[in-house]
């Protein structure tokens, strides 16, 4: 049986796909894997690519959307069955298929943030008996750092003369490859070109920072080499919060 001719099931061409994907960054890569697994592999994974159409793709989502998958989820499924096609039908698998009729919604739910009473609340709580942790908390509050963001910032990353601080690493959690279970910690770069970023420190925080300044590559969470763990991080802000009511 010659190469184009052979049928291939939609789950072949998905692992072709993710194949040319390797040289992405190791989180995207196992997001695409886990959607793959978790919604494609036992829906359309087992359906002959020249036999999906538009209206099993739609049903798919139509279904999607019935149990509540996020958004967000939707969107990253499209992306990899529309990549998917396009591989297929550029090596003649399949015919095109348009699926231009697959639309989102965006979620127009106003996001919640403190009150002016309730920052001034936060605020009183964090810089009452002060620690580096709650330094943090202080500085995501006035900068808008990302949760993985602070807990890859280094002292070298704060400029004191400038008031400034910049942004080049992050730490996440993602899954041990040699591992179904485990999971381990990383440094990689952030999310996006436009996530490298310089941000000003107001002075008090100046001030406070400098009193906890270590070695300039030491992690400031960690106040050493070893990376922080950002579910511990978050984990800790969750108390404050309930602390705080």
Not at 134 to 159: A, M, Q
Not at 173 to 192: A, G, H, Q, V, Y
Request: proline fraction near 2%; hydrophobic fraction near 35%.
């Amino acid at each position: 049986m010659s190469f184009l001719k052979r049928k291939y099931l939609f789950n072949d061409l998905l692992t072709m796909w993710l194949q040319t994907k390797q040289d992405i960054k190791i989180q995207s890569l196992q997001k695409y894997e886990n959607v793959i697994s978790k919604y494609l592999k036992n829906n359309l994974g087992n359906i002959y690519i020249h036999e999906l159409s538009s209206d099993l793709i739609d049903n798919f989502f139509k279904k999607l959307k019935v149990n509540k998958v996020s958004i967000s989820i939707q969107k990253t499924l499209l992306y990899i069955i529309k990549a998917t096609l396009r591989l297929a039908n550029q090596n003649n698998y399949c015919d095109y298929i348009k699926l231009d009729n697959i639309k989102f919604k965006s979620n127009l739910n106003r996001v919640q943030v403190f009150s002016k009473e309730e920052q001034q609340k936060l605020e009183s709580y964090l810089k009452d008996k002060l620690n580096i942790r709650k330094v943090c908390l202080l500085l995501c509050l006035y900068t808008g750092l990302r949760i993985g963001e602070v807990c890859g910032l280094k002292w070298e990353d704060i400029n004191f003369n400038t008031k400034y601080l910049e942004i080049k690493r992050t730490i996440e959690r993602i899954k041990n490859n040699e591992s179904d279970t485990k999971t381990i910690l990383i440094e990689s770069t952030p999310k996006s070109s436009n996530s490298k970023r310089i941000v000003p420190i107001p002075n008090f925080l100046i001030e406070i920072l400098k009193k906890y300044k270590t070695e300039n590559n030491f992690f400031v969470l960690s106040n050493s080499l070893n990376l922080y763990d950002p579910r511990q991080f978050e984990a800790f802000y969750k108390r404050i919060i309930k602390k705080c009511g």
